[in-house]
């Protein structure tokens, strides 16, 4: 949303902005990893995968005053607020013979929240 008003005929303003973006998606992949030494493979390799559910949404809100006088001075001034709110879970798994198993020490949930308050 976005809203300018004029004020006076001298160009005094109030503006107002609010915005809004969010984003789920679930991102599957597959890794076989294979593990080399001098260019030759050595070991067993690992079979992995991932799980990847996402999740974001940000909010902004902001309005802006600006007072014109005939004397050319001006006073400009705002205020903004903005939040973010994350949820991202990655969650690994390695094959055990013919079983997927959760893979605790790769796999993690990432939750994040964020609040921005400014004034100017």
């Known amino acids: 949303l976005h809203y300018v008003g004029k004020l006076d005929t001298l160009g ?3 503006s107002f902005d609010a915005d809004y973006s969010g984003m789920i998606a679930n991102e599957y992949s597959t890794f076989d990893n294979l593990f080399l030494q001098d260019g030759e493979v050595t070991g067993q390799d690992e079979l992995l995968t991932s799980d ?9 809100v ?3 005053y600006t007072k014109n006088w005939a004397n050319k001075m001006k006073l400009e001034s705002g205020v903004k607020f903005s ?12 094959k055990e013979g013919d079983t ?18 400014a004034a100017y």
């Open 83 to 94: 939040r973010v709110i994350s949820d991202n879970d990655v969650i690994f798994s390695y």
């Open 62 to 64: 902001k309005a802006d």
């Open 12 to 14: 005094s303003s109030l």
């Open 52 to 60: 990847n559910p996402t999740s974001y949404d940000i909010y902004s």
């Open 100 to 117: 997927w198993v959760i893979d605790p020490n790769r796999s993690n949930h990432f939750l994040y929240e964020e609040d921005i308050y």
